[in-house]
């Protein structure tokens, strides 16, 4: 299986700044034949299921908010809030399906407020 | 509205079964692959298995823990998605999120405790 390693485990961010979220996986999940990073942004608030942020790396899900970004490729991936709102206080997961259908998950980073 | 709703989970002894529901609406259910996903308490985010559609020819796939002991199936007929867990383990205590394949959609979860 692919491990996927996130950093840190948790942070403290002050309403309105900025917010960066790393994902490693152990080996590369670009399809060379389609140029697409299969890894995906999940956001889990407390006592609520899981929702998805972004796939593809880097596309937003319709109905996110666009201070929401992914970006990287590879085995190097970023989940950035440009300004962090108080509802955005959750655990983020990234998530691999390049060796679908045995997804992985990174162990979650916590968000908090500073 | 795109609706899954869990059920059947509660507390089971080590060694014993359960099975768990998921009622989909909202979608055309039997052209979806489902899939489970589970989470520990306290703890991250774990694939159970997936079951393709009819069409597809149902069939499943399963995590490494869970291999030989748990069943995932569906009713077309009925729009619903189980899991029969067998031979449970403590360590199989965690909430269950019945999830369209692709997680765009997720039920609000059904909580299992195996303990003695």
């Known amino acids: 299986d692919i491990v996927m390693t996130q950093s840190p485990d948790s942070l403290a961010v002050s309403l309105g700044e900025r917010a960066t979220i790393n994902c490693k996986s152990s080996?590369?999940?670009?399809?060379?034949?389609?140029?697409?990073?299969?890894l995906a942004w999940y956001q889990q608030k407390p006592g609520q299921p899981p929702k998805m942020l972004i796939y593809w790396a880097s596309t937003r899900e319709s109905g996110v908010p666009d201070r929401f970004s992914g970006s990287g490729s590879g085995t190097d991936f970023t989940l950035t809030i440009s300004s962090v709102q108080a509802e955005d206080v959750a655990v983020y997961y990234c998530?691999?399906?390049?060796?679908?259908?045995?997804?992985?998950f990174g162990q979650g980073t916590k968000l908090e407020i500073k | 509205e795109v609706q899954l709703v869990e059920s059947g989970g509660g507390l089971v002894k080590p060694g014993g079964s359960l099975r768990l529901s998921c009622a989909a609406s909202?979608?055309?259910?039997?052209?979806?692959?489902m899939s489970w996903v589970r989470q520990a308490p306290g703890k991250g985010l774990e694939w159970v298995g997936r079951i393709k559609s009819k069409n597809e020819g149902e069939t499943t796939d399963y995590g490494a823990p869970v291999t030989g002991r748990f069943t995932i199936s569906r009713d077309d007929s009925k729009s619903t998605l189980y899991l029969q867990m067998n031979s449970l383990k403590t360590e199989d205590t965690a909430m269950y999120y019945c999830?369209?394949?692709?997680?765009?959609?997720w039920g609000q979860g059904i909580l299992v405790t195996v303990s003695s």
């Open positions: 998530q691999q399906y390049f060796i679908s259908p045995r997804d992985t």
């Open positions: 909202g979608f055309i259910f039997n052209k979806e692959c």
């Open positions: 080996q590369s999940v670009l399809y060379s034949s389609n140029n697409k990073n299969y």
């Open positions: 999830t369209t394949a692709t997680y765009g959609y």
